[in-house]
Structure formats: structure tokens, C-alpha cells
């Protein structure tokens, strides 16, 4: 079992739908980040949670730090939200390793 | 945040020929560099840890021969894929982390270059 798990593995949605990406994580964190490839490859840090929730724009980030759960929603969504959404965990025993989800590769349709 | 520049973009190379990535930190200094690959529809692997001025740590199963990592100053790291092959061709991309500098000590936020796509023929 990863120590990092993410659902789910694909999404499609339509323009304007509200998408929800969860991350649950079985280690003791001092992180939780979640991030943003596009289809170019290139890796945008979106979040940085340590607890509670956060907001940017249409993104809301939460984590839950008793059920070791995060969850990434978007809100209004739109055709250019369509990457690929990554959670990492940063474990408390680690500076600077990362435990790596598998991705949610997101689709937004017109 | 903090600028990172990788550089090439993208590189097409003959089998047996040398490829060296470059990244750089423009406005922070980073101790410790990450490189990473990352293959089609994979997530990224983490290949090796570079610390300023010190050897690198490889992860296992990553040949330190054929992927050299220099990390001779805080705002540059160099990966050099020898030999190329084309099992080689992958996404590399390079995540510094954050010492000091503008945005002053580490917080932990991650940062990443915008990734060298490899291509061996």
C-alpha cells in the first residue's frame, strides 16, 4: 500500500462543476503540498498545508491532520484547470524527502 | 516565489552522445538540489540529492556514473546524462530547495524547474 494515495485517478467534468481531489496519507507529516502539472510538464506548487485550509482564487485546499486526509477542490472550474493535481506528503522525520501521490489527472470540458 | 530555470527545454541526442541539463536558482541560494524523471503517465522518481559543494546521494537503481550531478555553487546544478541511450529519453526536472536569500530561510514551500524533455535516438 503507498503511503501517499490519491483519488481519483482521472477525472472528467464538464465547465463549471465544482471537482473535489482527496489525499490520504498514512505517515506523520510535517506537509502536506499539493501541486500542479500541466500537459508541458511543468510543476507548479498550488498549496502548502500544514493544517486547516487555505484558499487561492477558485482553489481550496483542507487536511484533516487526525484522519491524515487532504482534499483539493475547485471551484467554477474551467477548461484551463485540465492538468494533472499531485499531492505530496513531507514526512516529519524528513527535511526534505517527499512521498510522492500518484496524480489526478483532471479534464475539464467545455 | 522564487524564479528556477532550467534549461534545455527539450533535447534530441544521438545514442552514446551527452546531454547536460543545467538549473538554476535566479533569486535564492539553494543547498540542496532534487533531480528528478519522470516517464509517460509515471510520476516523478526522485533520482538523486545534491548538497552544495558535497557528492551527490543517488537513489537505488539510479547509475551515479551515468547521470553525473555537479552542485558546485547555491544558485546552479548540472545533470549530465552520459551515454545516452534511449531508454534514458524522459522529463527531468530539478526542485531546489530553499536556503536563504530574498525570500529568506526555508519554509518548506517546493519549488521546481520547468523540466528538460530527452530524447535519444
Known amino acids: 500500500k503507498n503511503e501517499v494515495e490519491q483519488s481519483p485517478q482521472n477525472l472528467t467534468a464538464q465547465e463549471g462543476e465544482f471537482i473535489t481531489i482527496n489525499c490520504s496519507y498514512s505517515v506523520g507529516i510535517s506537509a502536506l503540498h499539493w501541486l500542479q502539472q500541466h500537459p508541458g510538464g511543468g510543476i507548479v506548487s498550488l498549496f502548502m498545508?500544514?493544517?486547516?485550509?487555505k484558499k487561492h482564487g477558485r482553489l481550496i485546499a483542507t487536511i484533516n491532520i487526525q484522519e491524515k486526509h487532504s482534499s483539493l477542490h475547485i471551484t467554477a472550474s474551467h477548461p484551463r484547470d485540465s492538468a494533472v493535481y499531485i499531492c505530496?506528503?513531507?514526512?516529519?522525520?524528513?527535511?526534505?524527502?517527499?512521498?510522492w501521490g500518484a496524480g489526478t489527472k483532471l479534464i475539464i470540458k467545455p | 516565489g522564487a524564479v528556477v530555470s532550467q534549461h534545455p527545454s527539450w533535447v534530441i541526442c544521438k545514442s552514446g552522445t551527452s546531454v547536460k541539463i543545467e538549473c538554476r536558482s535566479l533569486?535564492?541560494?539553494?543547498?540542496?538540489m532534487f533531480w528528478y524523471r519522470q516517464f509517460p503517465k509515471q510520476s516523478l522518481m526522485l533520482m538523486a540529492t545534491s548538497n552544495e559543494g558535497s557528492k551527490a546521494t543517488y537513489e537505488q537503481g539510479v547509475e551515479k556514473d551515468k547521470f553525473l550531478i555537479n552542485h558546485a555553487s547555491l544558485t546552479l546544478s548540472t545533470l549530465t546524462v552520459t551515454s545516452a541511450h534511449p531508454e534514458d529519453s524522459s522529463f527531468y526536472i530539478c526542485?531546489?530547495?530553499?536556503?536563504?536569500?530574498?525570500?529568506?530561510?526555508?519554509?518548506?514551500?517546493?519549488?521546481f524547474g520547468e523540466g528538460s524533455r530527452l530524447t535519444v535516438l
Open positions: 526542485s531546489p530547495r530553499l536556503s536563504a536569500g530574498r525570500a529568506g530561510t526555508n519554509t518548506g514551500e517546493l519549488f
Open positions: 533569486d535564492f541560494q539553494a543547498t540542496t
Open positions: 498545508l500544514s493544517s486547516g485550509k
Open positions: 505530496a506528503a513531507s514526512p516529519s522525520d524528513s527535511n526534505y524527502q517527499l512521498i
